[in-house]
């Protein structure tokens, strides 16, 4: 059967200044090809390459804030994770944001601080020290998608970031979206799930503080709300703010920082109070049922609490979610449209975030349209990063 996907094809109102052309959201995916942390031709060409393929919104790969502790990596140069910072790069952005305009698309950085998750000694600053909240990486002995001698690794107790660093960290984050809205970007995206920064302030087994910054859900979100009322100064009332939030982390795939749909309420309700426009709900499987008793999805929760256009993503189009793997290969392009349509159809959420699907394949988003057969998925196209 084939799926009627004309509403995602429609546009989206987001604010006075943003309408998207439709509701395919090419989700944020990390490629670590930016030598020196400058993304070249190889990116524009990438990015620009689903614009002129129907993608309504691109939201780029993880971006490092101004902070010389945003991102780790491997160490190789050039693998390095992209900056939104320094002549070169964001010269380099520049450039990325024509393509993708004069391809007819619209295009969000999603802003990066890693936090607990990046390893000590690593990235292009390897002498900067993690960021941790409490100085926890997380709980031991949960279900994680981590290698063993990864978390091995980083399961020692730091110290706590003092209030000196989460300062430097909050003006990281303004500058950073100061110099993404130079460079023409069309909104800022934050990364406020999966464990990384944001995401261990929230989650109450990494932050332990006592401070403001700590305690119940008003002071677990503080530093969140501070960065997203920090970028709203500097980018103005115009530009929109999308925050991706998750329950899950790598560090425990099971983890909650929502118990109830009257918690999600309160943690989304201060993220909207201090600018957010959009929520970008990630999920491994976009249409599990967030909380029992209701089939309503995470994203779905996100917009009926909050009344903010909200993404669904994990899993649009696919037949396997991100960590099933090796059986990942059999994955089976185009499966599941129907599921999603339905719920589109409903309004419980507005944009489909498509992640590996578009990877795998710049066109998924025509094929989306017209109908045409989707490719095989293979994880081998994905890396080839085409
Ligand atoms: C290679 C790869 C890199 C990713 N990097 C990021 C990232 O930088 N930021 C982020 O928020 N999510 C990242 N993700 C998660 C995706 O945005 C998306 O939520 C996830 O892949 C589920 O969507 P899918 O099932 O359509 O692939 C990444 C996923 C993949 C496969």
Redesign the pocket.
Known sequence: MTADTSLLFEPLRINDALTLRNRVVM????RNRSPDGVPGEDVAAYYRRRAENDVGLIVT??VAVDHPAAVGNAGLKEFAVPEMFGDAALAAWKHIVDGVHQAGGTIFP?L?HQGVMRLAGSGRYPEAESMRPSGLWGPPGRRTSSAADYVEAMLPPTRAMTDGEIADVIGAFARSARNAKAAGFDGIAL?G??GYLFDVFFWAETNKRTDHFGGDMAGRARFATEVIRAIRREVGADMPIMF?FSQWKQQDFDARIAETPDDLARWLGLLVDAGVDILDA?T?TFDTPAFEGSDLSLAGWARKLTGKPAMA????G?SK??YQRPSEEEAIAGAGLERLMIRMERGEFDLA?????L?ADPAWAVRARTGEPFKPYTVEA?RQLY
């Open positions: 989700a944020p995916m990390t790969e993880g999603q990066w990364h799930g999966h991706r990630s491994r993503v994990g899993s649009i696919l979610d991100l975030g498509v992640g590996r699907s990877i994905t």
